[in-house]
C-alpha cells in the first residue's frame, strides 16, 4: 500500500542535541511538507519541498533545518537553535498541480528530556 | 494578516443528529477549501475539497458548503455516529498557490454520544 511513514513515533531530545525526523513516502509525490502541531492550534508550516534539490522556508523555520536528496525522502532535523521543540510533528505530500489533497504520516511527537 | 477559525469549543451531539461545523476566514480569497479528519496521535486524513465556484459538496453522509461572500465554510456530518468523533480541520488554498500549500485552522473537535 502506498503511504507516508515518519520514524520515530516517539522521540526525546536533550538539551544542545539535535535530533532527525525521518519521512518516507512511496506515494511518486513532488511536493513535500513539514508541519508542527501543538495543542489547540492548527498546523503550522515549517519547510516544503517541490522538486528534489529544492525546498522553500515556511511560517515557522527558525531553528529547523531538511534536505530533499532523493523524491522519496524529506527528514526533518530539530536544531539546538530550536528553544521550544516539543510538540507533533507531521509530515505530508501532495501531487504538485492545484487543489490536490495532502496525505500525512502519523507524526512524531518530540519531547524535551 | 490571513487567518482562519474554526470554532475552538468541542461540539457534543446525540448520535443520529446532523453535525455542523464552521470554518470562517479573513484577508484571503481562496481558490479552494479542503476538510481533514485527524483522531488523536494520527495525522489528518482527507475528507472533501470545493473549489470557490462551487456552492455545495458532498459524500455519502458528508456536505460541505462554501460561501465566498460570507468567507465561510460549513462541514455538515449526517445521522452521526460515535466513530464519526473526531478533530476535524478545514484548510485553504489561494488562487496563486502552485505550491500545494495549505493554510489549517486549529480545528474542532466532535463528539458523538450514543
Known amino acids: 500500500d502506498g503511504g507516508i511513514t515518519q520514524s520515530p513515533k516517539y522521540l526525546f531530545r536533550k538539551e544542545g542535541q539535535n535530533v532527525t525526523l525521518s519521512c518516507e513516502q512511496n506515494?511518486?509525490?513532488?511536493?513535500m511538507y513539514w508541519y508542527r502541531q501543538d495543542p489547540g492550534q492548527g498546523l503550522r508550516l515549517i519547510y516544503y519541498s517541490q522538486i528534489v534539490n529544492d525546498f522553500q522556508k515556511g511560517d515557522i523555520a527558525e531553528g529547523y533545518s531538511v534536505s530533499r536528496e532523493k523524491k522519496e525522502s524529506f527528514p526533518l532535523t530539530v536544531t539546538s537553535a530550536q528553544k521550544n521543540p516539543t510538540a507533533f510533528y507531521l509530515c505530508a505530500s501532495s501531487i504538485l498541480t492545484g487543489n490536490q489533497p495532502q496525505h500525512f504520516g502519523d507524526g512524531t511527537r518530540l519531547s524535551i528530556l | 494578516s490571513q487567518k482562519i477559525e474554526q470554532n475552538s469549543e468541542a461540539l457534543n451531539i446525540q448520535e443520529g443528529k446532523t453535525a455542523t461545523l464552521t470554518c470562517n476566514y479573513t484577508?484571503?480569497?481562496?481558490?479552494?477549501l479542503q476538510w481533514y479528519r485527524q483522531d488523536p496521535g494520527r495525522g489528518p486524513v482527507f475528507l472533501l475539497l470545493i473549489r470557490e465556484n462551487e456552492k455545495e459538496k458532498r459524500k455519502e453522509r458528508l456536505k460541505v458548503t462554501f460561501d465566498t461572500t460570507l468567507k465561510q465554510s460549513l462541514f455538515h456530518i449526517t445521522a452521526s455516529q460515535p466513530a464519526d468523533s473526531a478533530t476535524y480541520l478545514c484548510a485553504l488554498a489561494g488562487v496563486a498557490s502552485n505550491t500545494g500549500k495549505l493554510i489549517f485552522g486549529q480545528g474542532t473537535t466532535l463528539q458523538v454520544k450514543p
Open positions: 484577508n484571503y480569497s481562496p481558490a479552494y
Open positions: 506515494l511518486n509525490h513532488d511536493a
